[in-house]
């Protein structure tokens, strides 16, 4: 079973979701915000991913650009990220897909692909 973090508002979040059930792909919902990613489980699904901590990050959000996390980004370890991206699920980039062995951010469809195996 996959989870998917999504924010419910989110056009691309809508879109993805309804992907995964028009290709009758089972998974579980979180609400991002409500249900904000811990550090420990961002630190294992950046892990697991394999992907530059930065496309962990809603870039296009409010939020990180409010922040100026841009600029900051690049002077902060990656506890001090994972610690940041804990602490509101706005900055997380969304869709978050979960699976056994494998982390997807953003919504991509040729990257989703790999679902319907």
């Known amino acids: 079973m996959i989870l998917v973090l999504h924010y419910p508002k989110c056009s691309t979040c809508k ?3 309804q992907w995964l059930k028009d290709n ?7 609400h991002i915000v409500e249900q904000n990613p811990t550090e420990q489980e961002l630190g294992e ?3 697991k991913s394999g992907l530059p901590l930065k496309k962990f990050f809603n870039t296009s959000g ?8 841009k600029n ?8 001090e990220q994972l610690a940041l991206l804990a602490t509101n699920g706005m900055l997380v ?7 056994d062995d494998f982390v997807l951010t953003g919504f991509k469809e ?8």
């Open 15 to 17: 879109k993805a979701l």
């Open 24 to 30: 009758q792909i089972e998974f579980e919902e979180r």
């Open 45 to 47: 699904w950046y892990h």
């Open 62 to 69: 409010n939020l990180y650009k409010e922040q100026n996390l």
């Open 72 to 79: 900051k980004l690049p002077q902060m370890s990656e506890e």
């Open 93 to 99: 980039k969304r869709p978050l897909v979960v699976g």
């Open 110 to 117: 040729a990257e989703w692909e790999r679902l319907k195996k």
